[in-house]
Every structure is written in C-alpha cells, then in structure tokens.
C-alpha cells in the first residue's frame, strides 16, 4: 500500500489505527482538556479578581492576564506529557514480547530502523493530537495579549520536542526490558531525572561549590522545563513581565539561567502606590511594555535592545538544549535500533 506516492508504513498504520480505535485514547485525551481547562479557570479568576489592584490601562491588564494564562498553560501541558508519553511507549517493544508478535515483526521485510520509526511516530502523533485539542485554550491567552506569534510557535516546539524526547527514551527502555513493567519504571524513572534530577544535580553544585561562582547550566540543558522557560520568556525577569507583576511557574527557573548582573527586581516607586516598576539590579537591563506594538522591550543600561543571547554567551540556552535533548533522543532510537536486530543480523555479526 502507498500513501503520497511513497510506501507507507505498515507499523505506523496499524499503531495510529489501534491507538485511535481504543477507549483508553478517548479517556486520555478527555481529562487531558479538562485538567487545563480547569487550570485555565482558576489562573483567569484568580488573575481577574487582582485586575484593578494595580492601576494599570486595560491593554496592559488584559496583556498581564493573557501572559499569565499562557505560560501556566504551558507549563501544565508540559506535566502531562511527561506523564503520559512514557507510559503509552514504554510498551512499544516489550509489550509485542509479551504477546509473543515481535519475532513475526523481524522476520518480516521491515527493518528494526523501520519498525521503531512508526511506533516512534505513532507517538509523536498523539502528541501532536493533544496539542492541537488544547490551541483553543491557548488561543485564549493569545487573544488577550501579551503573547506573540512566535511565543506561541515556540512554547508548542517546546512540547512537541519533549514528547519526541521522551519517546525515544521509552522506546529505549522497552527495547532494554523483558517486561513492560520494567520498561515503565525505567521510562518514568529517566522522565524524573530529566524534570527534577537536573535541577537537583545543578542545586547540589551550588551548596558544594564554596567559592560563590555561580554553578554551570550545562546539566539543566537536559532539562525540558528550563528550554520551554528560556524560549517562551525573557531574559531578567523577576516575577514581572514587562514593568507589571504576572503569575508564572517559568519564573524561577528563568532567573536561574539569568546571570545576577543582568536581572531587575520589581519594586514600589514612590510615585505610583501600588503599582509596581522595574528597577535595575547592577545596571542590569530594564523592561517595559509597549502598549502600541503589544510587545515586550528590553533595553541594557547603554541603549542597546536586550536580546536573549545577552544572557547565555551568545547562543540562547534554548538552542543550546535543543541541541542536547536532539542528541540524547538520537542516542536512545539508535539503542533501541541495535537493540531490535533481526535474529539474521545477530548471527551474521556473531
């Protein structure tokens, strides 16, 4: 059979088809939704209720709300993927095992590269189908402002990335186990180590590290939290977006990947009660938002405009983890790859 003029894959066809056909993809799907539906709810009532507090115009309070929503969800959607995309691959391999089909795949005219090409994908699809059911919801934040075509296109890559990552480490996992139970527990095991581990492993160098340099970022690279953080985000922000407070969960993070003398704190001018500014760290950068063109502008004390590579070196940490997440999913598909040799291969090269 041929798609496109190109022949199609029969494992891909099969898993999308068993994939789309169960009521396991329904349910996923369903409380996917409406857990970000209902976080979307309570970010924009909490964030409504706080609207007038601070004085603001209406572009700027409703670009406030928008920026607020949109990296919530964001960040939201990020949690989920990490729990459900090593659970529905970690069984990509190890499950055929068990049901004792994998044998009929080898010796078949499909090659391992092949075989684990259309699980792999059948995977990223469904991610891609959950990101394509929550743009509606991120659509939202998008309409309300504060966020810009490409914070969107890249806070979307940021997901999708991940759940390719991911995949390639669950397929890893289940190529390595005999039991699906086994590959799960490995898959999990990695996703936490990636969310949390990097972050404790790059905490750990600051408490050892007596000499009060600030600790290398190279481990959090792993991290996909910290490149959806960076991509979606800013350079010196502390807890505001543009002059005004927001509600992130980025936050933090992006502050750890901020060198101290290019961060701004907020703070309380005179003034303007109640209204919080930027105010300059070390002639650290200074932000605001401009309500004509509905972005953010960074200028560094000598004028020039702040740009992201500012704070990393010149290369944004975005693209820095990019590369290394790219790398480390190739290294796990090529495991998996030699992993799952036909019987053939494995005599010839014994």
Known sequence: MRLGGRPRNPVLAREIKERLRTRRTTIVVTVYLAVLALILQVVYSGMSGAQDAFGDSLATQSARLGRSLFETLLFFMLVLVCFIVPGGTADAVSGERERQTLVPLQVSLLSPRSILAGKLLSSVAFVFLLVLATLPLLGVSFVLGGVSVGDLVRGVAAVLTTGLVLACLALACSSLARRTQGAMILAYGLTLFLALGTAMVY??????????????????????????????????????????????????LRLVLVPEDQRFLGGFEEDFPGRPMPMPVDGGPVEFFDEGRGVVVGVLPDGRPLRPEDAGGGIPFWARSAAVLGFTAGAAFLLATRRLRTPSNRAAVG
């Open 203 to 252: 905490g750990a160098q600051q408490v050892l590290d007596d000499t009060g340099r600030r600790p290398s970022t190279a481990v959090l690279t792993l991290n996909p939290f910290f490149a959806a953080a960076d991509a979606t985000g800013r350079a010196g922000v502390d807890g505001f977006f543009g002059g005004f407070a927001t509600s992130s969960p980025f936050d933090p």
